[in-house]
């Protein structure tokens, strides 16, 4: 069963209560579940279950007059709050502006992302280098929305597990894989999305009966992993680089995509100002790799983040807080650096006199 978008008391009914919950309650924002069951007619609809549309279509021609003057109404009366599509399809422009004829979302959600990064690293990392394809894909749409990479109640609940136990491998290398999805998550172009219990590593599927796991905080390995999330989260705030250039073109830019067989990969992240720039590099296996990986700007690299230090829970190898650029062409630039990336660790690398 579907609201009937077309009655004006439906829609004053729904556009009252999404008002409502900014107004009274003062929410942050509004997602809307299961986008795609509003804009298509024959959403889980066998052949003589819908009617088209007035043009013969398949879509639901009310819900998206319906869906664009909620986003008209709430962010004229509510300007400062974001709106969020739960939208699992291609549909375009879900997050582009209604006068370009968008749906007029803030964010959306980045579903695709979500499953194809989880599936990754379900696999044992000696697999990983037949499913690269998987955690590279997301550029090839990424600046198509403005999207929200989502690791949600969805993902925790229903028999799913935690997200804990989707990794692989034993304890040790279950939170290190773990502390690496949140790095390649707040590396990765778009906003982020984290549910309760995701920063302790709670090692059962979330319960809305029980309180989360917070006695967890004083266990080694889990106050490590939430310490990480806390840092990723400051070094987020503190750079432009991360988070200036999330939507749109120019904030993303691979410098190695393709090294399959060490089940790595490195890419920039920009911001606006020229020495606005981050480096990040992950190595999906469990075992140390050196990395010659080009820079655009020479001088001093600092390691901003490093996932496997002893304070997150790791083993302690790095790169002693910095690496020097020298003039040996890597990846197409003039410049490298050459990088020990740690087991199953994220490394963040910015330059010295960042603007």
């Known amino acids: 069963m579907i609201f009937n978008y077309g009655r004006n008391e439906v829609r004053s009914f729904l556009l009252s209560s999404a008002t409502h919950w900014l107004s009274a309650y003062h929410a942050d924002g509004l997602r809307v579940d299961a986008v795609a069951s509003m804009l298509y007619l024959d959403y889980s609809r066998a052949p003589g279950e819908w009617v088209p549309n007035r043009f013969g279509g398949?879509?639901?021609?009310?819900?998206?007059?319906?869906?664009?003057?909620?986003?008209?109404?709430?962010?004229?009366?509510?300007?400062?709050?974001?709106?969020?599509?739960?939208?699992?399809t291609a549909w375009p422009m879900v997050s582009r502006p209604i006068d370009v004829g968008g749906l007029g979302f803030g964010l959306k959600w980045d579903m695709g992302w979500m499953h194809d990064t989880l599936e990754y690293l379900s696999h044992d990392s000696i697999h990983r280098a037949y499913h690269h394809d998987m955690i590279t894909f997301r550029q090839v749409y990424a600046e198509s929305e403005n999207f929200?990479?989502?690791?949600?109640?969805?993902?925790?609940?229903?028999?799913?597990?935690?997200?804990?136990?989707?990794?692989?491998?034993?304890?040790?290398?279950?939170?290190?894989?773990?502390?690496?999805?949140?790095?390649?998550?707040?590396?990765?172009?778009?906003?982020?999305?984290?549910?309760?219990?995701?920063?302790?590593?709670?090692?059962?599927?979330?319960d809305h009966e029980r309180q989360v796991d917070w006695a967890l905080a004083d266990v080694a390995e889990h106050a490590g992993l939430r310490r990480w999330v806390a840092d990723l989260n400051r070094l987020y705030r503190a750079t432009p680089a991360l988070y200036e250039r999330d939507a749109g073109s120019g904030g993303f830019e691979w410098v190695e995509a393709g090294d399959r067989q060490t089940s790595t990969l490195s890419f920039l992240r920009r911001g606006r100002a020229d020495r606005a720039v981050a480096l990040v590099a992950c190595n999906f296996t469990p075992v140390p790799r050196q990395a010659r990986i080009g820079v655009p700007l020479g001088g001093s690299w600092l390691e901003a983040l490093n996932s496997d230090a002893v304070v997150y829970g790791g083993s302690g190898l790095g790169n002693l807080g910095r690496v020097e650029a020298e003039d040996v062409p890597a990846n197409g630039r003039r410049e490298s650096v050459d990088v020990l990336l740690p087991p199953l660790a994220c490394v963040v690398l910015v330059p010295a006199e960042r603007a």
């Open 58 to 88: 398949r879509e639901n021609l009310e819900a998206i007059d319906f869906l664009r003057r909620l986003n008209a109404g709430v962010y004229m009366e509510f300007p400062d709050i974001q709106t969020m599509a739960e939208e699992s």
């Open 148 to 206: 929200v990479l989502p690791l949600s109640h969805d993902e925790v609940v229903h028999g799913k597990g935690s997200l804990l136990g989707k990794m692989p491998g034993d304890r040790w290398q279950r939170f290190a894989n773990l502390r690496l999805l949140f790095g390649y998550q707040f590396g990765q172009n778009g906003k982020k999305l984290l549910f309760q219990g995701d920063e302790l590593g709670q090692p059962t599927e979330w």
